[in-house]
């Protein structure tokens, strides 16, 4: 496994990094973006290769271009690429200015690895737990709703 230093620090200042976090995560693959607990400034902060725009990696590698002698290797993370988007990226970087288009080309394979230490049990436990909870608020809003209209913030406006 490899583990994000900065993203373990942040969430442990938190408060929010524990078995069952970590397990949240690597069932999402090492991404952030789909955990609700965790706050919207982290999940702007950290993102996988495969969340972060592709054009912005271009512009980039064209603002770097000006202070590179020959070449640099560009690598472009496309989860489903198809020709449509390959050309566009490639005339994209040539009327950047970049002297190589790509050097890499990654894509997400077929099927993803077994999570051997994901703990199943735990994380569909909290998956469970989570459903109760938004029928409970569901059933709350509509008891409101229904017995005393006027005090209800949703209804009562």
């Known amino acids: ?74 690598n472009i993370h496309i989860a489903e690429p198809n020709y449509g988007k390959l050309t566009s990226m490639h005339f994209y970087g040539w009327k950047q200015g970049l002297k190589t288009g790509m050097y890499y080309l990654r894509t997400k394979p077929a099927a993803n690895p077994i999570q051997f230490t994901l703990n199943k049990e735990k994380l569909r436990g909290r998956e469970k737990a989570r459903e109760e909870e938004e029928k409970e608020r569901n059933k709350a809003a509509m008891v409101c709703s229904l017995e005393n209209r006027e005090e209800c913030l949703m209804c009562g406006s």
């Open 1 to 74: 496994q490899v583990v994000n230093p900065h993203l373990l620090k942040d969430l442990t200042e938190r408060g929010l990094w524990n078995e069952e976090m970590k397990n949240q995560i690597i069932a999402h693959n090492g991404s952030i973006q789909n955990i609700p607990e965790i706050p919207d400034d982290l999940k702007q902060l950290y993102k996988t290769v495969w969340e972060i725009s592709q054009k912005t990696i271009l512009k980039m590698a064209a603002d770097r271009g000006a202070f590179i002698d020959q070449s640099q290797s560009l």
